[in-house]
């Protein structure tokens, strides 16, 4: 089964921007679509951003036009790219393998995630 490590994660003052990544340990070509999902205190986990086999994505509105999702098959990673960001954007951010192209339906396990923490 291919096991999800995010990375990226950090402390960035509002405004600032950050780049995740989530490397698989195996083949992420044939995953229908692979999503980005961020937890935070209090809250419950929510789906940020998720991009298909073939490269249709589509984001939350909380973050549409400031974060950008895309996959690298040949090197089995999965990115987040975040500007403009905003303490609302604190959470721990996750990545998840979808058996359905909106991510209706996931599987495997939820990794450890990185946490993002964006001061005002």
């Known amino acids: 089964q291919v096991q999800l490590v995010e990375s990226g994660g950090g402390l960035v003052q509002a405004g600032g921007s950050l780049r995740l990544s989530c490397a698989a340990s195996?083949?992420?070509?044939?995953?229908?679509?692979m999503g980005w999902y961020r937890q935070a205190p209090g809250k419950q986990r929510e789906l940020v951003a998720r991009?298909?086999?073939?490269?249709?994505?589509t984001y939350a509105d909380s973050v549409k036009g400031r974060f950008t999702i895309s996959r690298d098959n040949a090197k089995n990673t999965v990115y987040l790219q975040m500007n403009s960001l905003k303490p609302e954007d604190t959470a721990v951010y996750y990545c998840?393998?979808?058996?359905?192209?909106?991510?209706?339906?996931?599987?495997?396990?939820w990794g450890q995630g990185t946490q993002v923490t964006v001061s005002s």
């Open positions: 998840m393998k979808c058996r359905t192209y909106g991510c209706a339906i996931i599987f495997g396990s």
């Open positions: 195996g083949s992420i070509s044939s995953i229908l679509a």
């Open positions: 991009i298909t086999d073939g490269g249709s994505t």
